[in-house]
């Protein structure tokens, strides 16, 4: 807010920033939003991306060998996208392997105890490729430049994961009121 006195009159005047904040408001982060709220709305953002497209084979795939069937979302592949960048925000520099990892569980092994699984390695590979096409992740390197440490977010990238997450606010204060305190 600005405060001008003319005349003896206070006018107050909004600046609005272009992600729809008021100048001086605090930045939500996708820090401050749970998880579930932030990657709905990603995903439905990155339907409108161009380089981010299911293969014609992610219809008829499992996403790791702990499930029994595909997954029976037509938009599941954006979803896991949106998961994906998040956790690149999150954890990077993160590589392929690591991330599939996190997306495992448990495989049944019918009379033998359940063993710790991976997710599937090529889903979570082409995912990150798409993203880096898309400009939205980027791989680290060392100072050497020949030893990749893993993706992490270019600033259009964490750009869209702000922006997302200060749409959601709105919806996790409902949920958690005190997330309104950040």
Known sequence: ???LVLEERVIMVKYELSDGRLLGEPMTTYHDVPADL???ELSAR???V???NPPEWSKIVKTGTHRERPPSQDNWWYIRSAAVLR???KLGPIGANHMAQHFGGPK???VKPNRAVAGSRNISRTIMQQLTE???IV???NPAGNVNHGKVLTPDGQAILDSVAHAVRDDAIERHPGLSNY
């Open 38 to 40: 932030l990657i709905n």
């Open 1 to 3: 807010f600005v405060t």
């Open 108 to 110: 049944d092994r019918g």
């Open 139 to 141: 791989s680290k390197m």
């Open 46 to 48: 990155l339907v409108d």
């Open 134 to 136: 898309a400009g939205l």
């Open 50 to 52: 161009a380089s981010i």
């Open 87 to 89: 956790k690149v925000g």
